[in-house]
C-alpha cells in the first residue's frame, strides 16, 4: 500500500498482479536458494494436484450457456490457429534444422496444449527423450513469457473482452498458463468476461489434441514410407 499511495494509485486497483509476482518470485527462490528436500513432496503436491485443482474451480464457475455461447464464437479461431500453427512449426523447424520429431513436439506444444500435447504426442511419433525435453522447455519457456507479458499487450492492443479472451486462449500454451494470464487480466483490469473467454478458448483448443494425435501418427508414418495400421485388441 505504500508503494501504491507513492505513485499516487492508492484505493485502486494493483497495476501488477499478484500471480506473476508470486511466479517470479518462486523461480527465483528456487534458484538462489537450496530448498531443504523435506519441502519438495508439498511443493510437487501444489504444483500437480493443487495446480489442477485451481484449474477445475475455474471452470467450475462457468456455466452451460457460456460455455455454448462463448465455445461456439471461439472454434473458428481455434481451428486457424491450430492448423498454421502445426504447419508453420514443423516448416519453420525443418528450415532451422531441427529434427522432424522435434518439429512435430514443438509445434503441437505450441498450437494445442503445451506440455501435455508434447507428451501425448511423444510415443506415437516415436520420440526420443531428448526431443521431448527440449520441446517442454522451449514451450515452457515462451509460454512462462507470455503468461507474464500478454494480458498487458492484450489490453493495450485489443478493444473487447471477448478479443483479449480469445487471444490469451490462443497465444499461451499450457492450461495453467493461459489460466494465470487472464487471471492476472481480470484482477489488474477487472474484467470477468476475458477470463470466461479465455478459459472456454483454451478449453476447445485442448479437445483438438483427440484429433492431432492420430494425424501426427499418420503423417509421421507416411513420411517415413509406411502407412500405419489400426490393431485391435482381442
Keep these: 500500500q505504500v508503494l501504491l499511495a507513492s505513485q499516487g494509485l492508492a484505493g485502486g486497483a494493483s497495476p501488477i498482479s499478484g500471480i506473476p509476482v508470486a511466479i517470479v518470485a518462486g523461480m527465483a527462490i528456487n534458484n538462489a536458494v537450496a530448498l531443504p528436500q523435506a519441502l519438495r513432496s508439498g511443493l510437487t503436491f501444489c504444483t500437480t494436484t493443487v495446480l489442477r485443482a485451481g484449474i477445475v474451480c475455474v471452470g467450475a464457475k462457468l456455466s452451460v450457456v457460456d460455455m455454448i455461447a462463448l465455445g461456439a464464437v471461439g472454434i473458428p479461431p481455434v481451428v486457424v490457429s491450430i492448423t498454421v500453427g502445426l504447419t508453420f512449426t514443423r516448416w519453420l ?38 526431443a521431448v525435453a527440449f520441446a517442454a522447455a522451449n514451450v515452457v519457456a515462451f509460454g512462462t513469457l507470455g503468461m507474464l507479458t500478454y494480458p498487458y499487450l492484450a489490453h493495450h492492443c485489443l478493444p473487447s473482452s471477448e478479443q483479449v479472451g480469445v487471444f490469451l486462449g490462443l497465444a499461451v500454451h499450457d492450461t495453467s498458463q493461459v489460466i494465470g494470464a487472464a487471471l492476472t487480466y481480470k484482477e489488474v483490469f477487472g474484467d470477468e468476461l476475458a477470463l470466461k473467454v479465455a478459459a472456454i478458448t483454451k478449453l476447445t483448443r485442448n479437445m483438438f489434441l483427440a484429433a492431432v494425435i492420430p494425424a501426427m501418427a499418420y503423417l509421421h508414418a507416411s513420411e517415413g514410407g509406411s502407412p500405419p495400421r489400426l490393431t485391435w485388441a482381442s
Design 93 to 130: 523447424g525443418r528450415r532451422m534444422g531441427l529434427s522432424s520429431h522435434m518439429s512435430s513436439l514443438i509445434a503441437a506444444g505450441t498450437s494445442i496444449c503445451g506440455v501435455t500435447a508434447i507428451t501425448a504426442v511423444a510415443p506415437v511419433i516415436k520420440a526420443d527423450k531428448q
